[in-house]
Each structure stands twice: as C-alpha cells, then as structure tokens.
C-alpha cells in the first residue's frame, strides 16, 4: 500500500496537464509578443477564432513531447493589414494545425482581397522544430519564407 501510494505522488507530481487558452488580441486587432511574452508553457493548445491583422510570436517554446498546437475554431484568417500574415521567430517545437470542421482549411494566411496582394504569408526565421498542416495561402507574394 506504501509503495502504491508513493507511486501515485510520483505520477502525479510528474503530469502537467496541457491547457486550452485563448490570447486577446491586440487593440489593432493583431498579436503581438516578443521575448517570450507570448503566454505558453509546453503542452498548451491555442485556440484561435476570426480575423487577425497579423501575428508576430517570439520566443514560443515546446518540447519534443509537449509541442505548442495552435488550433482555429472555425476559420482563422490572419495579414489583413497589407503587410505579413504571421511571423514566429526564435521559437521551437510547435504545431500550426489548422484542420477545421466547417472548412478546407482552418487557417487562411493572405490579404483575403482578390488581387491586392500582401507582402509574405507565414515567415518563420530562427525557428525549428514546427509542424504546419490546414493551411492555405492566397493573396500573398511570398509564401514560405
């Protein structure tokens, strides 16, 4: 009985369980953080919805068992602004998984307009280690960089 119960604290102390967030927007309606100020521990699942300007992450960090999962409810689109779409920088291990159940893709990276065009779509300097799947890129000069 000792040793069942020593078993179960060990286990116990050893299980982080993963949390579903969801991050506000900016009041420009995009993301912004830089330095690890993006609020994530590994593990984590960040639920996303609607329309954003644009996201900028620095800093995101997951573990090779514990990877970061960025998830759409729905439909996301993000690069409305004319600019970029998404920029993830100096950040390792996580997920963009962008399957969706009401729609081909789940993220939609692109200006949105048909024949006004941003500048790039998903840049991701400095980072290793992701998985990128339900993605579609439309309205944007540079795809992948």
Partial sequence: MKKLLTLLILISTLTVSARHITVP????GGWYYKNGGFPTQPGDTVDMDGVYAYIYIDGINGTPDKPIVFMPKGVVSSGVNGSYAWIITNSHYFK???QSTVAKYGFIFGSGVQGKYIAQSFTFPTS??????GVEIAWAQVGFF
């Fill in 96 to 98: 963009l998984a962008g």
């Fill in 25 to 28: 927007k900016n009041n420009d």
């Fill in 128 to 133: 290793d280690n992701f998985e990128v799947s």
